[in-house]
């Protein structure tokens, strides 16, 4: 369990948490209504700090933004 806890660093966790405040940030003032983009931003910017490490998990959940972002922008 100790390799899960410690798995990033503060500095990685405060860079994660602070793009993903920004994205919420920019949701809640620009666009309010597309949930949509909004999970596809998160799970993007979550895709990326986990590639950064190595991860593949990260692979994963850039196939899944992709998927999602593909399907948003085709119909809004």
Known sequence: MRKYTN????TEIVLWAS???LIIIS???F???NYLTLAASLIGVTSLIFSAK?????Q???V?????LS???RHF
């Open 7 to 10: 798995y990033f660093t503060i």
């Open 19 to 21: 793009s993903a405040l």
């Open 27 to 29: 949701f809640i003032i």
């Open 31 to 33: 666009d309010k209504t």
């Open 54 to 58: 190595g991860n593949p998990f990260g």
């Open 60 to 62: 994963f959940l850039m």
């Open 64 to 68: 899944i933004f992709s998927l999602l």
């Open 71 to 73: 399907f948003v922008l």
